[in-house]
């Protein structure tokens, strides 16, 4: 018989209970105690109801001052499987009688209640857990990694898969904001889970006491962020013991992770997500009205083309925007598998008659409902496939939806801030921004470059000034220390190696030129990642005339077709030979530059909070990190603005 029990510990949100509790049609004073609070939850479960078991006067006594009620729970199973195989059976056997008159198996599972006058706390065990997911307060387990843990000792790690169903161990997706604990992470991550792992003596220091006698060195898991769950089984006293020393713990965590809360499944996180996804689409069919009438679309902080797939654009061979997902209906093929902003663009001038007509049944309709069909449908009509490099040109890659490449930043009707990443929404927690913008302000500050950009934006005589017609301009007005690669593109890459190069006597810049501090800052730091990673690998693996570096020497210096930018372009390149070219990748240490202007607003990086895009500065943040992991060594990312002429107005 055993007297412990592996356990995950939750801590029920009263706020959840009441709220879903008073939406159902409870009255307020049903709900004015715990006990009242567990007994409408437990009421609330759908088919069979819990029981209630009688505890022990002496179990009660031993668990004062927190009062204990256990329930247990039988779940029917149907057989869904079992009319399969009756026909097929011998009637006439007592062994296959019994498995055709048992109509139904059965579960149990339990669900326990350890609370007081201010907390309800709760563990579980089978599928109890199901009966009480949404009323748990789902960042306890976080909170208490903050409190408790060590930022010197404390470890991040992936959560594996080990289960045959395929089941996750633990749902957890979060930013983590402390650099101490973050430097191996990125951005990218917060579609991970998570574990947080410590030695136990030094995670909980003041309940190792009351759990071991000696001086074990076993190890404590936490799986954050709704529970806390114990490597090792507790009876029911220990277990009481952690909770009065919970109870006890200072408000103040010793440090902070900067939670990110992914929206759920749960019926209000999807009336959410629904909600947020009907502001995008309508974002969506404004651009495309806006089209309609020749005006500009400029809303920087809203959506951009970004997506946790983007490296598989850049090892595609070519990609292609399908209308419905139909083959025959091929809207935009191109050579090379880079997604770019511009596809809005290119859809509504390849497919204008369709989008015209659709815009007609949306305007015409009064009714709200047929209106958000309308939009949803328009929105969600077009197919994004990849296909294979030129050895397996035939071989698709990626076959999504081309909603779920659109990255965006809102708030709600609360104003609430949400962001959209990876086909997924995510709220951000109360601190998060003031926190994000304290870490990009050290970010900036270790990474500032005052090395001077050769033009000011705005010089080019063109009306609008663009990245194109700002490096067309730059290419015939550089120092001979200065080289532009922009649109240098070969096509067993499919990425720039960088927009202007420049070097001193130490070291080379890479600089990557992007117009405006918005969504669109993800695409560049994963520009600035892969090309960081192509470098590091061919100075590593390479160092021959036949590397990347070397091909793309080639391609900038030998151009001789119709662009009159690309013939300046070799022109400039060819001035320097092909081995001086290399050596300077060899010999210099490498800074892999961000270079930001804001036209619009002419802000400065100096006054982050005047930014509201977050995920360009999460982005900024990550490839500060991903440079340090992943680049040649002595490499750094750096960070620099280009001045905008005072007589540039963009309107």
């Given amino acids: 018989m055993s007297d412990k029990q592996q356990i995950s510990l939750f801590k029920i949100s009263k706020i959840n209970v009441q709220t879903i509790a008073l939406q159902n049609g409870s009255k307020e004073e049903s709900l004015n105690t715990n006990a009242k609070l567990i007994k409408y939850m437990m009421n609330s479960v759908k088919g069979r109801k819990p029981t209630l078991l009688a505890l022990s006067s002496e179990c009660r006594e031993s668990y004062h001052p927190f009062n204990v009620e256990l329930y247990f729970h039988i779940v029917p199973i149907d057989f869904t499987w079992r009319d399969f195989f009756l026909m097929h059976l011998e009637e006439e056997n007592e062994v296959n009688d019994k498995f055709v008159n048992n109509d139904k198996t059965k579960h149990a599972s339990f669900i326990c209640f350890i609370y007081d006058d201010d907390e309800i706390y709760s563990f579980t065990g089978g599928l109890g857990n199901n009966c009480i997911k949404n009323f748990v307060d789902d960042d306890f387990g976080i909170r208490m990694l903050e409190k408790i843990g060590d930022p010197e000792t404390l470890l991040l790690r992936k959560a594996s898969d080990n289960s ?19 430097d191996e992470d990125s951005i990218g991550k917060i ?48 277990l009481k013991r952690i909770i009065t020393f919970i109870k006890l713990m200072p ?45 500009s679309f400029t809303d920087p902080d809203f959506l951009e083309i970004a997506h946790s797939d983007y490296e598989s654009f850049y090892g595609a061979g070519r990609l292609q925007i399908l209308r419905g997902g139909n083959p025959d209906v091929c809207l935009i093929e191109s050579p090379y598998g880079l997604l770019t902003n511009d596809v809005l663009s290119m859809i509504y001038v390849n497919d204008s008659r369709y989008i015209l007509g659709k815009l007609k049944e949306v305007d015409k309709t009064s009714s709200q409902a047929k209106k958000k069909l309308y939009t949803s449908t328009l929105a969600k009509k077009y197919t994004v496939r990849c296909f294979g490099d030129e050895r397996e040109p035939d071989i698709r890659v990626l076959n999504k939806n081309l ?90 890459y499919n990425l720039e190696l960088c927009d202007i190069m420049f070097w001193d ?63 300046d372009v070799a022109e400039a390149t060819s001035e320097i030979d092909e081995d001086t070219f290399i050596r300077l990748f060899k010999q ?32 900024i943040i990550e490839s500060y990190k991903s440079i340090r992991k992943n680049a040649s060594p002595g490499s750094r990312f750096r960070i620099t603005e280009i001045d905008i002429d005072e007589n540039y107005n963009e309107s």
């Fill in 164 to 182: 045959i169903v395929g089941n996750v161990a633990q749902d957890v997706r979060y930013y983590r904001g402390d650099q101490k604990t973050g």
């Fill in 191 to 238: 579609v991970n889970e998570a574990v947080g792992e410590a030695p136990f003596s030094e995670l909980f220091t003041e309940v190792k006491d009351l759990l071991f006698k000696d001086d074990s060195d076993e190890k404590i898991s936490v799986k954050a962020r709704a529970s806390l769950s114990f490597s090792r089984s507790l009876s029911f006293l220990e």
């Fill in 251 to 295: 408000e103040d965590p010793n440090f902070k992770f900067s939670s990110i809360q992914p929206l759920s499944r749960r019926h209000h996180d999807i009336i959410k997500s629904d909600y947020l996804d009907s502001l995008m689409h309508e974002k969506i069919i404004n651009f495309f009205r806006m089209k309609r009438v020749e005006a």
């Fill in 403 to 492: 909603l779920e490449y659109i990255s965006c930043e809102m708030r709600d009707e609360n104003g609430d801030p949400f962001f959209r990443v990876s086909g997924k929404w995510y709220k951000s927690s109360e601190n998060f921004a003031e926190d994000l913008d304290e870490e990009f302000k050290s970010v900036y500050g270790d990474c500032v470059l005052s090395y001077p950009i050769p033009l000011m934006w705005g010089t080019s005589g063109s009306d609008k000034e663009t990245e194109n017609t700002y490096l067309h301009h730059v290419v015939n007005n550089l120092p001979n220390n200065a080289l532009v690669m922009h649109k240098v593109i070969p096509q067993q």
């Fill in 505 to 567: 006597e130490e070291n080379l810049y890479l600089i990557h030129v992007k117009p405006s501090f918005d969504g669109a800052v993800r695409v560049l730091e994963k520009q600035i990642a892969h090309s960081a990673r192509l470098i590091g690998e061919d100075l590593r693996t390479s160092t021959s005339v036949n590397g990347p570096i070397a091909e793309y020497y080639r391609l900038a210096a030998s151009y001789d077709g119709d662009s009159v930018y690309l013939r």
């Fill in 588 to 619: 210099k240490r490498i800074q892999y530059v961000a270079c930001i202007v804001d036209p619009k607003a002419k802000r400065s990086l100096e006054d982050i909070e005047s930014f509201n895009s977050t995920i360009a500065k999460m982005s």
